[in-house]
């Protein structure tokens, strides 16, 4: 197994509690890929997808909207504010767009990724 391949099956790193604002997001690079992270205190969820908004076409999902649209926590994308599911990565206006959705975990203080 390459070097890669391992980094792909394991769980990084990303930034520590602390660094998560409430109901709001942050964008992190992991492995090239710009990736939003929404920390959602009712609940206490988080949520990890791909921060490139294929509609817009620009990297901005991290300063949407969280919300829930029929019990389905979402964000809203800030260009054109189409809801995209944080469990799924469907658009809810446009399902032929989608985004990619990571396994999130906090783990020792820290906010983790894993990458597969």
């Known amino acids: 197994m390459s070097e890669i391949d391992a980094v792909l ?6 930034c520590g509690v602390d660094d998560l604002n409430p109901n709001s997001g942050v964008c ?4 090239k890929e710009q990736v939003a992270i929404f920390y959602e205190t009712i609940g206490d969820n988080l949520y990890a997808v ?3 908004d294929p509609v817009g076409g620009a990297n901005v999902l991290s300063r949407g909207i969280l919300g ?19 469990l799924t990565g469907e658009c809810l206006e446009q399902p032929e767009h989608c985004l990619s959705v990571f396994e999130v975990r906090t783990h020792n203080d820290s906010v983790q990724i894993r990458c597969s």
């Open 50 to 52: 791909s921060n490139y």
């Open 28 to 31: 992190a690079i992991v492995i």
């Open 9 to 14: 099956h394991e769980w990084i790193n990303i």
């Open 68 to 86: 829930s649209n029929k019990g389905r926590p979402v964000i809203a994308s800030p260009l054109y504010k189409q809801h995209f599911d944080l």
